[in-house]
């Protein structure tokens, strides 16, 4: 069974940083991108970040270089390091996994249960 374990949210300032992870446990016959979502209440889930098997990234024009994601193929984790945060990225973050599971043949899309990111004074 394919499960996202999320890390790293909480409550910082404006301008500051934090580093959220995601680890996936299961067995898989391949894995194609990763990355982070985000919501906040009454919008859709929209793309933070994403990066390709062969670690090309793909971001947010708001978060264009404030944020850096990253993934360890061999571990199977994708972090998100966010720099200069803003009262405007408040939001729960997901991590997503766009995967085959072993034994088969087919793609889905798995999901973290989401970690809350809070950028106040």
């Known amino acids: 069974q394919v499960q996202l374990v999320e890390s790293g949210g909480g409550l910082v300032q404006p301008g500051g940083s934090l580093r959220l992870s995601c680890a996936a446990s299961?067995?898989?016959?391949?894995?194609?991108?990763m990355g982070w979502y985000r919501q906040t209440p009454g919008k859709q889930r929209e793309l933070v970040a994403d990066?390709?098997?062969?670690?090309?990234?793909n971001y947010a024009d708001s978060v264009k270089g404030r944020f850096t994601i990253s993934r360890d193929n061999t571990k199977i984790t994708v972090s998100l390091q966010m720099n200069d945060l803003k009262p405007e990225d408040t939001a729960v973050y997901y991590c997503?996994?766009?995967?085959?599971?072993?034994?088969?043949?087919?793609?889905?899309?798995?999901w973290g249960q989401g970690t809350q990111v809070t950028v106040s004074s």
């Open positions: 997503n996994l766009q995967a085959t599971p072993y034994p088969g043949s087919r793609q889905y899309n798995y």
């Open positions: 299961g067995m898989f016959s391949s894995i194609n991108i």
């Open positions: 990066v390709s098997r062969g670690g090309l990234t």
